[in-house]
Each structure stands twice: as C-alpha cells, then as structure tokens.
C-alpha cells in the first residue's frame, strides 16, 4: 500500500463537529433505549406463546418473529455503543493480542470462494490504556469494512493489519483533528479495494452513508461512527486514506501513555457516592413501625419479588413471565426508583428486578438509597437485578461488584435469562 495517496481527510461538520457528535451520541443513547424497551416484549413473549402453540408451522412463525427482533437488537446495539453512555472504564491492556485474535477470527468466517490474502505485519507490541470494547468494536468495524472493499474485485484482494508505534510533535492533524505530541500505538489496517473520491472520502464516518459509488451498500452502516465517536471519547484518533482503484486504509493512533480521563471520573463518581451513602437519615417512629414490618415480613421465607421499571408495559411482561415460570412467586410493580423505595419500606423483597434510566428516581440512586435503609434498619439487602441497556456507572459498578449477589442483565432480556437470575437469588429456591 505504499503508494496509496494520503488524502488528509478533514472529517469536521457532520458527526466529527464536536457539538454535533454530543447531539448525536444522545440521540442515539435514547433512541437504543426506547426501541430496546419496544423489542424487549418482541423477544420474551414468543417464549410465552410457543408452549400453548399446536402445530410445527405456527411455532416457526412465531420464532422468525423473535429472529428479526433479534436482528433489531444487533442495530441497537450499535446504536448504544455509538452514545458511549455506560461504556466499561477504561483499562491496559494487550492491543497485538486482541488484534490477532480478531483476525483469526476474520480468516475463519471468510468464504474461500473470495481468495481474500490476509497478512498480519507486527513491528511492535504497546500496552494501551483506554475502554477495550470501544478498542474492539472499531477493529472490527474496519476490518468489516476491508472485508466488503475487496470482496468480488478484480486482481489481488488482501487485507494488511499491521501494528507498530509512531511518535508525533504535537504539529500533526490526523482526520482534522490536532494530535498532542506523544508516543503513539498505531493500528493500520489497508485493502485493496475500489478505493473512495476524496469527496466520499469525507463523508466516510457519517452513519449509514457508503462511500464506494460501484458497490453500492458496502460500508453503509453505523461501524465508522461508532469507530469514530468511540475513539475520540478515548484520546485516540481515526485517519481513512483512500485513492479511487488503489485501496483504502485506516490509521488509528491510541496514545501508549493516556491518564485516562474515564478514570478520574471514576474516582470523582465513587468518591460523591461514598459521601452521599455516609450521610445518616434520622429515623422518625413512622419510619420505625414501616421498618418492623420490613423486618418481620424479612424473618418469613417468602418468594416475593418487586418489578421495577418506567415502562408499564415492560414491568407486566416482566411480571407475567415470572409468575408463569417460577411457582408460588408473588410479584409486585413499581414505576420508578422512589415508588420502589416506598415499596420496600412497607414489604420487604428478597429479590428486585430493577431498570437504571428511570424518572424521578433512577436504579443507581434507589439502589443506594435501600442500602442505607437497611444499614440504618439491620435489614438483609435484597439481591438486585438489573435490566438495562447500558452499563451502571461506576459508583454503581464498585458497590455492587463486592457483594456478588447482584448481577446485570442487558436488555432485551431473554425470558430464560430473567427467570434464570431471579431463581438463584430467592432464598426459599437457592436454597432447596
């Protein structure tokens, strides 16, 4: 690829402008988060009806159904890896290793038919500090991309993954965006594809939009954005070069020494958590009796579960697939995290299934708010599952990881999955 011509794509307007990518990074985050409560019923009611089903032909039907949700969920989670809300903190980590492995993977799904020759060139092996999925999503984005470039083109078709490291003065733009003077690992990976006009070129990490005028689709998708939108989050920086019958290739620069910006907000978070959870409430003697009750209805080996979640329609599913697969269980629904808080104070659950993105309050927030009330009332703390479509933030994460009984559930949620997790954790039931 040495003579392809590097075009210095200036990939500002549209989603690379600053404020423009914060507007469509919360776009996205609602858009995933809607939708994903729309297909979570699309995949968990098909479990309800197939058993009431007669015939073979009605329960491929009803599968299919559950089949094109699931494609639906694949698009939405694009959809929340491009908003970043939530992501994992960001860690160090091997990036040859998982480049390696990602094309292992690649050579294994390849149709031979293709003739595709992959070559992997390692010049060095850097340690980088950023969020590994967000890493990993854009390997395989471009990768994807490569794959598509020269599928079905005439000549040689390879693809060329190489890592090495590459020192910048601070004076360099990468994909119009000013690189700090550093010590950077660099991830190229270039084909030998149709190649982009630098006008297609430019518009390359807008969702949706294909930059190959002959093979119309290839590329069309959301894996640049999020690519893009994942890396700048993470001090890193996304080049595309590209020249019409030569090829395409991707640079991506990861600083090998990054204080992560992901981890002081980290330390902020837990440190405001940990401030806000010492703070001690005074207890009233209607709060006491509330309590007493709590606590005697806690002495009882009940199977009693409370449903916690914005979305009627999600707390009913979520109700009617419990009470149908988990004998003698009582479910109960709150609509938010204080509606759930003022539950629990009056009847004490062993197990919550509760949603994060809640109105006037959210999971994380009534999370804390129950721990405290069963410190201050020497009640057991209920095990906590959390359905979401995004990772808990990190105040969450660190309180939540010690105790081992709670766990989070990615929504959609199966239905075999929600009944899974709340069966393990109801004491009459994981006991027997």
Same mark, same amino acid.
């Given at each position: 690829?040495?003579?392809?011509?590097?075009?210095?794509?200036?990939?500002?307007?549209?989603?690379?402008?600053?404020?423009?990518? !914060?507007?469509?990074?919360?776009?996205?985050?609602?858009?995933?988060?809607?939708?994903?409560?729309?297909? !979570?019923?699309?995949?968990?009611?098909?479990? @309800?009806?197939?058993?009431?089903?007669?015939?073979?032909?009605?329960?491929?039907?009803?599968?299919?159904?559950?089949?094109?949700?699931? =494609?639906?969920?694949?698009?939405?989670?694009?959809?929340?890896?491009?908003?970043?809300?939530?992501?994992?903190?960001?860690?160090?980590?091997?990036?040859?290793?998982?480049?390696?492995?990602? @094309?292992?993977?690649?050579?294994?799904?390849?149709?031979?038919?293709?003739?595709?020759?992959?070559? #992997?060139?390692?010049?060095?092996?850097?340690?980088?500090?950023?969020? =590994?999925?967000?890493?990993?999503?854009?390997?395989?984005?471009?990768?994807?991309?490569?794959?598509?470039?020269? =599928?079905?083109?005439?000549?040689?078709?390879?693809?060329?993954?190489?890592?090495?490291?590459?020192?910048?003065?601070?004076?360099?733009?990468?994909?119009?965006?000013?690189?700090?003077?550093?010590?950077?690992?660099?991830?190229?990976?270039?084909?030998?594809?149709?190649?982009?006009?630098?006008?297609?070129?430019?518009?390359?990490?807008?969702?949706?939009?294909?930059?190959?005028?002959?093979?119309?689709?290839?590329?069309?998708?959301?894996?640049?954005?999020?690519?893009?939108?994942?890396?700048?989050?993470?001090?890193?920086? @996304?080049?595309?070069?590209?020249?019409?019958?030569?090829?395409?290739?991707?640079?991506?620069?990861?600083?090998?020494?990054?204080?992560?910006?992901?981890?002081?907000?980290?330390?902020?978070?837990?440190?405001?958590?940990?401030? !806000?959870?010492?703070?001690?409430?005074?207890?009233?003697?209607?709060?006491?009796?509330?309590?007493?009750?709590?606590?005697?209805?806690?002495?009882?080996?009940?199977?009693?579960? @409370?449903?916690?979640?914005?979305?009627?329609?999600?707390?009913?599913?979520?109700?009617?697939?419990?009470?149908?697969?988990?004998?003698?269980?009582?479910?109960?629904?709150?609509?938010?995290?204080?509606?759930?808080?003022?539950?629990?104070?009056?009847?004490?659950?062993?197990?919550?299934?509760?949603?994060?993105?809640?109105?006037?309050?959210?999971?994380?927030?009534?999370?804390? #708010?129950?721990?405290?009330?069963?410190?201050?009332?020497?009640?057991?703390?209920?095990?906590?599952?959390?359905?979401?479509?995004?990772?808990?933030?990190?105040?969450?994460?660190?309180? &939540? #990881? %010690?105790?081992?009984?709670?766990? &989070?559930?990615?929504?959609?949620?199966?239905?075999? !999955?929600?009944?899974?997790?709340?069966?393990?954790?109801? %004491?009459?039931?994981?006991?027997?």
């Amino acid at each position: 690829m040495g003579d392809l011509k590097q075009i210095g794509i200036a990939q500002r307007g549209s989603v690379a402008d600053e404020g423009v990518r !914060t507007a469509v990074e919360y776009f996205a985050e609602r858009v995933a988060h809607d939708v994903n409560n729309l297909i !979570t019923p699309l995949l968990a009611y098909p479990d @309800l009806l197939i058993p009431s089903l007669a015939n073979e032909k009605s329960v491929a039907i009803v599968r299919a159904m559950q089949d094109a949700a699931q =494609r639906a969920l694949d698009v939405m989670e694009r959809l929340s890896a491009l908003s970043g809300r939530g992501m994992p903190a960001a860690e160090s980590f091997d990036m040859c290793r998982i480049v390696s492995q990602a @094309l292992d993977a690649v050579k294994a799904q390849a149709d031979p038919a293709d003739a595709i020759v992959f070559e #992997e060139v390692i010049a060095a092996n850097p340690t980088v500090h950023m969020q =590994r999925e967000v890493f990993v999503r854009a390997l395989e984005a471009l990768l994807e991309n490569a794959m598509q470039a020269v =599928r079905g083109v005439d000549g040689t078709r390879k693809i060329t993954v190489t890592v090495d490291t590459v020192e910048m003065d601070g004076s360099i733009d990468v994909g119009g965006d000013h690189i700090p003077e550093g010590v950077y690992a660099r991830l190229s990976i270039a084909d030998t594809g149709l190649g982009m006009r630098k006008e297609a070129l430019q518009h390359s990490i807008e969702p949706f939009v294909c930059g190959f005028e002959e093979k119309r689709g290839c590329g069309a998708g959301l894996g640049l954005s999020v690519a893009y939108c994942g890396l700048r989050r993470n001090g890193a920086f @996304l080049e595309m070069c590209s020249a019409v019958d030569t090829g395409t290739c991707a640079h991506v620069y990861i600083p090998v020494r990054n204080t992560s910006e992901d981890a002081k907000a980290y330390d902020h978070d837990t440190v405001a958590s940990e401030t !806000t959870s010492a703070s001690s409430q005074t207890a009233s003697p209607e709060k006491d009796a509330l309590a007493e009750t709590a606590r005697s209805s806690n002495a009882t080996d009940s199977l009693r579960v @409370l449903v916690v979640d914005d979305e009627s329609s999600i707390a009913n599913l979520f109700k009617m697939i419990l009470e149908n697969f988990i004998p003698g269980v009582t479910v109960d629904c709150a609509g938010n995290g204080a509606e759930a808080l003022d539950h629990f104070k009056r009847l004490y659950y062993p197990v919550l299934v509760m949603d994060l993105h809640m109105p006037v309050m959210d999971g994380q927030a009534s999370f804390f #708010e129950i721990k405290k009330y069963c410190q201050q009332h020497q009640l057991d703390m209920p095990a906590v599952v959390f359905c979401t479509g995004y990772a808990p933030q990190a105040p969450l994460r660190k309180a &939540i #990881e %010690p105790e081992g009984h709670h766990v &989070i559930l990615s929504k959609p949620v199966r239905s075999e !999955t929600l009944i899974e997790a709340v069966q393990e954790r109801l %004491p009459s039931l994981s006991m027997s």
